[in-house]
């Protein structure tokens, strides 16, 4: 046989190996199945019904989103009085915010902290798309709690010199301005929590994370600060 022949079955061979040992590292065939059908198994549902089961905190001020929303201790931050609850959960993407809303509203929230739409662009799904779904968000929580005060949060900025995160600061400042146009439609508070986590080339500044997309306490302080004045406002 030719020589090429062999350099190709070599060449399938270890890329059969590491595709093995990637899927092995994403935690099984199963898990990474779940993962392409833009499911998250285990801790998405365990939270969700974890959520389901908590007793209603009537007026609480609630922090909705993914997994930037999820690492940070919001009650530790802004304190319980009103309670403060972590609706964030990793993995999260718009249709899921969507759809856990009744979970959200039972509590009559008096203030939503949205930040959500990043592992859409990461799954490849188009800005127009994101942006539909993100305004059904909206206008339930406008139609189903209209006294519920909603504060929608600009993503934040990647860094993928850090590490490739599957999108880009193109992407996402695309998204922010569809976002700030849907806070101009239902007159609601854009507010601009990227731009002070920006280095001066637009990423995410190193200081601020360490994996180029989620934050560090001091990058959680930095957010804490560009939003204080709305979570405490007519405390």
Sequence with gaps: MKPWFYTSLLINVLGICLALF?????????????KLQRQTAGLYHHRLEHFERLDEQPGAIIFLGDSQTEQAEWHELFGDKPPVLNRGISGDYVQGVLDRLPEVLRHKPSK??????????????????????????????????SQTELYLLSLLPVNNDQRKS??????????????????????LPFVDIAT?????EGNLAERFSEDGLHLNGLGYQVWKNEIQKYVEQGE
């Excluded at 994403?26 to 779940?34: A, E, F, N, R, S």
């Design 22 to 34: 990637a899927v092995q590292r994403l935690g099984g065939w199963k898990y990474t199945w779940l």
């Design 196 to 200: 002070t986590l920006k280095d001066a």
């Design 166 to 187: 599957g999108t880009n600061n193109t992407r996402i400042s695309a998204l922010n301005n569809r976002i700030a146009g849907i806070s101009r439609t239902y007159a």
């Design 112 to 145: 939503i902290i949205l930040l959500i739409g990043v592992n859409d662009l990461i799954f490849g799904s188009r800005v127009e798309d994101i942006e539909a779904v993100y305004s059904k968000i909206v206008a339930q929580i406008r139609t189903q709690s």
